[in-house]
């Protein structure tokens, strides 16, 4: 009985090792290759082509928020404030009142004084008519 078990045991491995060949591979366990007419297939390792140069332009890099890099970047340290209207956020510095445009609201809030990183925009639009427009970058408690 335990002799029929081996037996039986070597037949299903040796089975599961030729089903992973792959077909065309190589020669098959029922096909001896003395008698085959063909020569026996060389296997080469499977190396993806080189890949043809790239035309195509690099992506643009994004800027890095520094105060050297671009000479724009202000960094102003005031008093916040609520505006006449509703939903906007003033910065007291000395000599200037900025509406602070993007400003983090958990930290940007009435009486508290605050240092914020941006540009100015004194051209740009707004509902709340007080202030220099100001675009935020960063906003940390000062």
């Known amino acids: 009985m335990r002799g029929s078990a081996a037996v039986l045991l070597c037949v299903v491995l040796a089975s599961c ?8 591979s190589g020669p098959s366990s029922s096909q001896p290759s003395s008698t085959s007419s063909e020569a026996p297939a060389t296997t080469t390792p499977s190396i993806p082509p ?3 140069p790239s035309s195509a332009p690099l992506p643009p890099t994004l800027p890095t928020p520094t105060r050297a890099l671009d000479p724009d970047v202000k960094t ?3 008093t916040i404030s609520a ?5 906007c956020t003033l910065l007291t510095a000395p000599g200037e009142q900025y509406l602070l445009l ?3 609201p958990a930290i940007a809030v009435a009486g508290a004084v605050v240092e914020v990183s941006g540009k100015p925009d004194p051209g740009a639009m707004t509902t709340c008519q007080q202030g220099t427009p100001f675009h935020v970058t960063s906003t940390r408690r000062g």
């Open 17 to 24: 090792g030729a089903a992973q060949t792959p077909a065309g």
């Open 50 to 52: 080189p890949l043809p």
């Open 76 to 78: 102003v340290r005031g």
């Open 83 to 87: 505006g006449v209207e509703a939903g």
């Open 102 to 104: 993007g400003a983090d």
